[in-house]
Structure formats: structure tokens, C-alpha cells
């Protein structure tokens, strides 16, 4: 797994090497797209010749290329399903990926102690504090009390077959049963790239 991992880690730097190379600052070249568009349109509409009408073609083309680039990231960014069906690049797709990166942020907790934390350290150790209580045993040298009912037990086969690794084969099953739209692992890549590689 750590040799499998440094490959990811490989694999997500180039990703991002070459999507700066590539692809650049999506939102500027959009606007650059619709500059040449707007003049291109401007030119035809003066000339009305052959050559201003191909490259008001090549224009059009131009900027609808870099529209769906800068719809494809905040598809991506969104993470809604949803987008495909129909919406594109609004103002109702930018207000939701405000509004769950704005979910997602914690600005203030409250402490056991009922006061209010709002300091990024304090929240931090608080929630250090938290967990690792919550994870430790207080209850060493203490019996559990006796339970009414009796706990089922599994056979030696099936205490094996749980213990042992997952196949190759159940591996590949469960990752392409999942959807290639879903949110991204910890190590920044999604389902759908396991999918297409």
C-alpha cells in the first residue's frame, strides 16, 4: 500500500503540473474567448466579408470550448449530479459551491466547559481533547455489567474470512459499483479515476 500511495503522490503532482501547462487560468482564458468573440462579432458586422465570418466561426468555437472547460470545473468542484442534467455554469451553481465550502468551514464550537470557542488553536485542541477521551478507556479494571441476552458467537471459517484481505476481484466490484461523480478520497483522487484507469 506505501509503494501504491508514493505512485498516487506521483501521478497527482504531474496531474497538476500538467493541468497548469495545459489548461492555465480557466476564468481568464474564458474572458480572453469572449473578448476575441465580441471583436470578431464587431468585425463581421462591418465587413460582412468571407474571411470575418470563418473566424467569427473560429471564435464562436473557441469560446464555447472554454466555457465547457470552466463548466467541467466547477462541475467537479459543486460535486452535484445533478449539474449534468441541465444546469451549467450560473450563478445558482457558484452560490452552492459557496454554500458547502461554507458548510464545510468550522468557525465556532462549543467546549464542554459551555463556553464558546472561536480561536482556530482552541478549536483545534478541543477537538484533540475530545477524541483522544473519547478513544481512551476509562473503564480499565472496571467489570461491564451483564447483559441480558446471550452474544452470538461465529465459527473459526468466518472469523478467517473476515480477517483475511479482500481479493483483486471484490476490490475492482465494490470500486465500480460505486459512482465515478462521487466526492473525492483523502488523497485527492475520485472514483472515476479508478474507473478510467
Known sequence: MEKFFRKLMCVRKCLRRWNKETFGHIFSKVKRAEEYLLQCEQTYDNLRGEAS???????RAIHAKQLSIE???WHQKSAMKWIQLGDANTTFVHSVVRQRRNSN???RIK?????ILEEPSSINSSAVE????LF???REGKLLPALPFAIPQISSGDKDSLAALPSLEEIKLV???MSAESALGSNGFGTGFYHSC
Open 53 to 59: 465570418r470563418i473566424k467569427l466561426g473560429e471564435a
Open 71 to 73: 463548466g467541467d470545473f
Open 105 to 107: 468551514f468550522i468557525s
Open 111 to 115: 467546549h464542554d466547559s459551555r463556553a
Open 130 to 133: 475530545f477524541f483522544s477521551t
Open 136 to 138: 481512551t478507556s476509562e
Open 175 to 177: 470500486a465500480f459499483s
